[in-house]
T-cell receptor, first 112, second 113 residues
Framework: QQQVKQSPQSLIVQKGGIPIINCAYE??????FPWYQQFPGKGPALLIA?????SEKKEGRFTISFNKSAKQFSLHIMDSQPGDSATYFC???????????FGTGTRLQVFP | NAGVTQTPKFQVLKTGQSMTLQCAQD?????MSWYRQDPGMGLRLIHY???????DQGEVPNGYNVSRSTTEDFPLRLLSAAPSQTSVYFC????????????FGQGTRLTVV
């Protein structure tokens, strides 16, 4: 049973486009929602994270939108660049724990 | 400061063989975990530890054992490798406060034939 559902599986955009990756969860106990970025041959690295008490968080060109009532959150990449080409994972955790439950990942390709 | 170091980077095993994947961190993090990454399935938690001497199972623990004798090390043991264990394995560590970055190693690509 996938506790965090992520879509789409892959995404292709042109440079300057705004790719959007969506995630949904069922467990209302989740209270921390990070996004990780992974380049080929590397381990995932934290990109940005949000708590459910805010609806939006921006860090540079990356924005998380959070809809608590719908139990959904999404990642937007403004002015996407070829260097943003990577696999993106949403995740969730709850309580005083670092136990992360990951989505299935989205492979993003940004073409010049 | 090396962060999280995993060895080996690549390994080929025959079915039934055993091996240990090593993981070490130098950030004095209490929490350490092992994930496996398979195409289309994301990262799935195998085992985790909240401190030396304390371990627990994650989503997919069958076929794997762990121990945590020191804060720095968290090895993952495959007792009798199976082709279904062919995967990329990642070790991660973080301070135990639930709200900070998990640091991942570079991964171990394991093939069981």
């Amino acid at each position: 049973q996938q506790q965090v559902k992520q879509s789409p599986q892959s995404l292709i955009v042109q440079k300057g486009g705004i790719p959007i990756i969506n995630c949904a969860y069922e467990n209302t106990a989740f209270d921390y929602f990070p996004w990780y970025q992974q380049f080929p041959g590397k381990g995932p690295a934290l990109l940005i994270a949000i708590r459910p008490d805010v609806s939006e968080k921006k860090e540079g060109r990356f924005t998380i939108s959070f809809n608590k009532s719908a139990k959904q959150f999404s990642l937007h990449i403004m002015d996407s660049q070829p260097g943003d080409s990577a696999t993106y994972f949403c995740a969730a955790s709850y309580g005083n724990t670092d136990k992360l439950i990951f989505g299935t990942g989205t492979r993003l390709q940004v073409f010049p | 400061n090396a962060g999280v170091t995993q060895t080996p980077k690549f390994q080929v095993l025959k079915t039934g063989q055993s091996m240990t994947l090593q993981c070490a961190q130098d950030m004095n993090h209490e929490y350490m975990s092992w994930y496996r990454q398979d195409p289309g399935m994301g990262l799935r938690l195998i085992h985790y530890s909240v401190g030396a001497g304390i371990t627990d199972q994650g989503e997919v623990p069958n076929g794997y054992n762990v121990s945590r004798s020191t804060t720095e090390d968290f090895p993952l043991r495959l007792l009798s490798a199976a082709p279904s264990q062919t995967s990329v394995y990642f070790c991660a560590s973080s301070p135990l406060n639930g709200r900070t970055e998990a640091f991942f190693g570079q991964g171990t690509r394991l093939t069981v034939v």
